[in-house]
C-alpha cells in the first residue's frame, strides 16, 4: 500500500491512477500531515444485474413492525408531528 501526502497526490494524480489502473497498486492512502484521511482504489464495475428486489426472501420482520404504535415511536424519534 503506498501513502501520498495531500500535495503529492494534488500533483502527481495522473501517476497515482495509472499505478491503480495497472495493478501496481491496489490501495493508496492519502495522508495530510502523515495522518491518513482518505483511501484511492480502483472502481469495480458491477455486473449490471438488476438490483431491484436483491434481497427478496433475506428480510424478517417481526410481528408488529408497521403497527401503529411503532409507527408513531419513530415519528417521534424523528420528530414528525411536532
Known amino acids: ?28 492512502v492519502i495522508a495530510r500531515r502523515n495522518t491518513p484521511v482518505a483511501k484511492l482504489v480502483p472502481f469495480e464495475q458491477g455486473g449490471g444485474e438488476e438490483r431491484i428486489g436483491i434481497a427478496k ?10 403497527s401503529p404504535e411503532a409507527n408513531a415511536e419513530v415519528a417521534a424519534l424523528f420528530g414528525v408531528g411536532r
Open 1 to 28: 500500500m503506498l501513502q501520498a501526502n495531500v500535495l503529492e497526490a494534488k500533483n502527481g494524480l495522473s501517476r497515482l491512477l495509472k499505478l491503480l489502473e495497472s495493478g501496481q497498486q491496489d490501495c493508496i
Open 57 to 66: 426472501g433475506r428480510l424478517c420482520y417481526s410481528e408488529g413492525w408497521d
